[in-house]
């Protein structure tokens, strides 16, 4: 079985500043990770993902995660944030070798930007 | 681009009712999993479906059920409603097993 921790469930940043969400896992198998973004009263949307290949995975809109197997973290990191980005961020793990697994996600980290 | 369709959006419902929910995969994509959210919380996995045949299995209640039928769409039965079934339901879907899930906008059941 996976596991994921978010350690900080909320994230005060200021416009511009920069900001990293944490993400630690726990499994016994090989694991795929995710970042999902939920805006208030949306569905989930990917933001990115490691599957294999470079350990840093960047998105189109700023946003970069590092996968750390060593310490078994994809940190989130974003070098200025904006209002827009102001969201629930989900990280998720599923299973490199099942089926049509799960994703098994974190608590979630409210991400607040103050301007 | 087409995105995945769930049906209803809302739903309202008295304890011990019955509901389904209905997910419409993107097009072409033959794995479909669902999701429940409870307020405030992380999305739990509940089942999947690959090429209509159930593949995996999370923290489905028994009084659930679901399956996939030959056009790929979805549907979760919900018998004997709870409080605690009050939730979002996501619906997400992938082309093949182990790819990217595309998430649905969810159905907001309200179990009174």
């Known amino acids: 079985a996976q596991s994921v921790t978010q350690l900080d469930s909320q994230v005060p940043v200021f416009e511009e500043a920069p900001v990293e969400l944490r993400c630690n896992y726990s499994?016994?198998?090989?694991?795929?990770l995710f970042w999902y973004v939920q805006y208030p009263n949306q569905g989930l949307q990917l933001l990115l993902k490691?599957?294999?290949?470079?350990?840093l995975v960047e998105s189109i809109n700023g946003f970069e995660a590092e996968f750390n197997k060593s310490q078994t973290s994809f940190h989130l990191r974003k070098p200025s944030v904006h209002i827009s980005d102001t969201a629930e961020y989900f990280c998720a793990v599923s299973r490199t070798g099942g089926g049509a697994d799960g994703l098994t996600f974190g608590k979630g980290t409210h991400l607040i930007i103050q301007p | 681009a087409a995105g995945v369709i769930q049906s209803p959006r809302h739903l309202i419902k008295e304890k011990r009712e019955t509901a389904t929910l209905k997910c419409y995969p993107i097009?072409?994509?033959?794995?479909v999993y669902w999701y429940q959210q409870g307020p405030g919380q992380d999305p739990q996995f509940l089942i999947s479906?690959?090429?209509?045949?159930?593949?995996d299995k999370g923290s489905i209640p028994d009084r659930f059920s679901a399956q996939q039928f030959s056009d790929y769409h979805s549907e979760l039965n919900m018998s004997s409603l709870e409080l605690g079934d009050s939730a979002l339901y996501f619906c997400?879907?992938?082309?093949?097993?182990?790819?990217?899930?595309?998430f649905g906008p969810g159905t907001r059941l309200t179990v009174l």
């Open positions: 490691y599957l294999s290949g470079s350990t």
């Open positions: 097009p072409r994509h033959d794995t």
């Open positions: 997400a879907s992938s082309l093949g097993m182990r790819n990217e899930q595309f």
């Open positions: 479906f690959y090429e209509k045949m159930q593949s």
């Open positions: 499994s016994s198998v090989s694991v795929y």
